[in-house]
């Protein structure tokens, strides 16, 4: 793990030292014993608030350094507003927050975990937490010399909350889903010379000490079972694709899983098609997909959900080569349908092509959701704020919009029609692999929904949240993780809450 704070629990009744955090609402009240762990703080924040026009809104902060007549050295107060109405996204972020405003060096943090109101809750703790050390998270294992940058954090954190053992049983599996979006983020910001298909797949295979059983399949593998859309486009790389086969069956013997289908494009140059040379780094993200599908398998062994899950990924790298697919090549895909190629950067839809045709049709899951950094028309239409929703099925993409609004990681759900679907047509094949200029995610999702085979399907369109966001109280990283909490959730609520 990249991240070196440690967060414990302790009794609310235990004295503040070193930092203290509390939390304040809109008329500055704190709760009773954040009041008697920080006897006479309420007259000294109402002074400083006024000196420092804070007003308790939330998610703002008030810094106090050596504030008199309490014994620590620091005094974070965090404004939760009115209160009330809270979400496991704002406890996250008030979590982000307080880690934001931590020094390299900083050693004792105490969190006084309660509102106005009364103490947090176990999972309301546990939210805190995972924004906690998902604000702290760094990734600079290639930096030989590091700087103490504000926020990088190496911290004890003890959080004080009135019940010890239920933060912890509440955190235990909030820790191992906060570790899932940790493995993503590292897999997106990995360089693309470390990070290849076969490499990939290597770390998905670590899954296995999780209990996850995990097939690759090789070039061959996939040449047998006829997985030509695929192939095409990791054809002109050196560094042979892969596809991987993920399966935690946590769930009831016999019961139909659910599926995860990441694109893993581990380098994208455009092939043929080459892309302009500016930003074209960033493209080294352009398995944002796949790495969410790894980060949510390891997040749902790890806490052992009780679902049975098929995670899918295909690894190609998509370079222009004498042996690189050509605009006007005509392949056959997995489903025996076949595809003009009318751009090779349009790629990411071929590959999925054939890993969602696999999946629909051998593991027949309840439903199965794609996520992919597909299209640039993504971020002109929603920028970086909502990933794309496309899905066959109303219910499916309920569940995924309400998962977003708790989680903070927000879908909005853009239109499927045959309008659309007729601007793939092609006059050669069955299908061209870009619509034009015009509905480009659109139209990407189409092509997409001719391989799902009536499974009830969702496709997340991640280009501008995976990657490249802009920074927030809970990610500071380039590689944003985005999507493992969101379908953590999605997993949690249709299959275990309940039961
Ligand atoms: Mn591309
Ligand atoms: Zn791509």
Not at 348 to 372: C, E, N, Q, S
């Amino acid at each position: 793990m990249s991240d070196t704070v440690k967060v414990g629990f302790v009794p609310l009744s235990t004295a503040p030292r070193g930092i203290a955090v509390a939390f304040c609402d809109d008329q500055l009240r704190l709760g009773v014993a954040t009041g008697k762990a920080l006897g006479g703080a309420s007259d000294l924040i109402k002074r400083a608030a006024g000196a420092a026009r804070f007003k308790g809104k939330d998610g703002s902060v008030l810094d106090l350094l050596a504030p008199e007549g309490i014994k620590i050295q620091r005094l974070i107060v965090i404004g939760t507003g009115k209160g009330g109405d809270h979400k496991e996204k704002d406890f996250l972020k008030y979590g982000g927050s307080l880690a934001g405003k931590l020094n390299a060096g900083t050693e004792a943090v105490t969190v006084l975990a309660e509102l106005p109101s009364g103490p947090m809750t176990p999972d309301q703790v546990s939210s805190l937490a995972a924004g906690v050390r998902l604000r702290a998270y760094r990734f600079d294992r290639y930096k030989t010399k590091k700087k103490d940058e504000e926020g990088d954090v190496s911290a004890n954190v003890s959080i004080a909350v009135a019940d010890v053992a239920a933060a912890k049983k509440a955190f235990a599996p909030r820790a191992h889903v906060t570790d899932g979006v940790i493995l993503a983020r590292d897999l997106v910001n990995e360089p693309p010379n470390v990070l290849y298909p076969e490499e990939f797949a290597k770390r998905a295979a670590a899954l296995r000490k999780l209990g996850v059983t995990v097939e690759i399949l090789d070039v061959p593998a996939m040449k047998k079972l006829g997985m030509g859309a695929l192939l095409g486009v990791g054809q002109g790389s050196a560094r042979p694709s892969r596809t991987v086969v993920m399966r935690y069956d946590g769930g009831k013997k016999g019961e139909q899983p659910v599926a995860f289908i990441g694109k893993g494009v581990c380098f994208d140059t455009g092939g043929i098609s080459i892309k302009p040379a500016g930003s074209m780094e960033d493209m080294k993200g352009d398995m944002g997909g796949a790495a969410c599908v790894v980060g949510l398998m390891h997040a749902l062994a790890a806490r052992k959900a009780k679902a049975n899950v098929i995670g899918a990924i295909g690894l190609v790298e998509n370079m222009p080569d004498g042996n690189a697919q050509r605009p006007g090549d005509i392949v056959t895909s997995m489903s025996g349908q076949t595809i003009e190629i009318i751009n090779t950067d349009a790629e990411g839809r071929l590959v999925l092509a054939d890993v969602l045709w696999h999946v629909a049709t051998k593991y027949k899951p309840k439903f199965m959701i794609d996520l992919a950094t597909l299209t640039g028309a993504i971020l002109v239409a929603l920028g970086t704020e909502h990933a794309g929703l496309f899905s066959n099925n109303d219910d499916l993409a309920d569940k995924l919009l309400k998962a977003g609004q708790e989680t903070g990681e927000k879908v909005w759900r853009m239109p499927l029609g045959s309008e659309y679907d007729k601007l793939i047509d092609s006059q050669f094949a069955d299908m061209k692999n870009t619509g034009g200029r015009h509905g480009g995610s659109i139209t990407a999702a189409q092509f997409l929904q001719r391989f799902v085979n009536d499974t009830p399907w969702a496709h997340l369109d991640i280009a501008g949240t995976a990657m490249g966001a802009p920074k927030s109280e809970i990610n500071q990283s380039w590689g944003s993780g985005y999507g493992v909490r969101l379908l953590d959730r999605l997993v949690w609520d249709s299959y275990e809450a309940k039961s």
